[in-house]
């Protein structure tokens, strides 16, 4: 599956650590792999897609074509029945709503076909291993960069992801917790975006309009938010270079190359960086491992993160680091790996 959007050539990107170490990890062992992703409208899971993809045929996977619910929480459950009914003897995931996936994961594990959920992580129901980064601490960071620019005190827009997904819930309590607690002077304004480039636009364009005070917008998600803000603020006239008067202060969650460019080019503050290679790279071992009936137990990992408990499941928390101009060209940066 192919898909292209404004700015990037999903076809073009390539990851070849992902791909080299998932095909060391599967040692020329071979199964069918099938992938649920839970939408496909936004550039940073494409570009997953695709990497998960090529790493998988890489190691000598045979891929199933993937299945996109396209928001459909249903549909995503009817996926999961007909990627085991075409064969699939182990599952990649990332749900569309993270309750909602809970009876397609219980049907896999019936079947004794093992998943592992990436990226969005479930709210239940069984899966091998979730690999994502620790979006509460993700919110977390956001919040304190933002605390420290204002003093402690103004206004800030909170442009929250989908409330029906983990990340959406996670990078806003995290965010709006750290705040009552650290920075109670700080007014926070929440507003819903549903991962939506056009809602998260709209937000933008009432909020930045209506107020004269608003000093600070965190953004949950750049790769679908970024561009819209960016605009919103030039045809405002508010638009300013960082560290300029009357700048506003900004920051987001991904750290996609168009996030990147815009903080070298001095209009973003700071990202916090996604590890989406890393996604790829140990989504796929663990399901490798998974399938050649290996179990995973809490703890450190070897590639400098940490297994927990998770309602239920095991979660491997990735690192994701905050990008600012002074590491914004780190060629380890996944949005630095990319080809647009």
């Known amino acids: 599956m192919k898909a292209k959007f404004v700015g990037i050539s999903v076809a073009a990107v390539f990851i070849g650590a992902a791909v080299a170490a998932s095909a060391q990890a599967q040692q020329g062992a071979s199964f069918t792999m099938g992938y649920s992703v839970g939408f496909l409208t936004d550039p940073f899971q494409a570009i997953q897609v695709d990497l998960t993809v090529a790493a998988a045929k890489q190691a000598g996977l045979k891929v199933l074509p993937v299945a996109n619910a396209n ?49 969005i992580g479930p709210a239940g129901g069984k899966v091998d291993m979730i690999v994502r980064a620790d979006n509460l601490r993700m919110g977390q960071d956001a919040c304190h960069l933002v605390g420290k620019h204002l003093g402690g005190k103004g206004v800030v827009l909170s442009m929250m992801g989908d409330q029906a997904t983990t990340n959406g819930r996670d990078r806003t309590t995290g965010f709006a917790d750290c705040m009552k607690q650290d920075y109670p002077q700080i007014k926070v304004i929440q507003q819903p975006t549903y991962w939506k480039t056009d809602k998260a636009t ?79 790279k140990y989504g796929l071992w663990y399901l490798q491992q998974a399938v050649a009936g290996h179990s995973f137990r809490p703890g450190p990992t070897d590639h400098n993160s940490h297994i927990v408990e998770y309602k239920g499941n095991l979660m491997d928390l990735l690192p994701a680091p905050t990008v600012t101009r002074d590491n914004a060209s780190d060629p380890m940066l996944w949005g630095n790996k990319t080809k647009g």
């Open 202 to 280: 709209a937000v933008a364009q009432t909020v930045v309009t209506s107020t004269p005070d608003l000093g600070a917008i965190y953004m949950q998600s750049d790769s679908v938010m970024l561009a819209g803000v960016l605009n919103v603020l030039k045809s405002a006239g508010k638009l300013a270079d960082v560290g300029a008067p009357h700048h506003i202060y900004l920051v987001s969650i991904d750290g996609t190359p168009l996030a990147l460019q815009k903080i070298r080019d001095g209009l973003l503050d700071a990202a916090i960086s996604q590890p989406l290679d890393l996604y790829v």
């Open 71 to 119: 928001g459909d929480p249903g549909k995503q459950i009817t996926d999961f029945h007909n990627l085991i009914a075409e064969g699939a003897q182990g599952l990649i995931t990332v749900p569309t709503d993270s309750d909602a996936i809970v009876p397609a994961l219980n049907y896999a594990a019936s079947k004794k076909v093992p998943v592992v959920d990436i990226d």
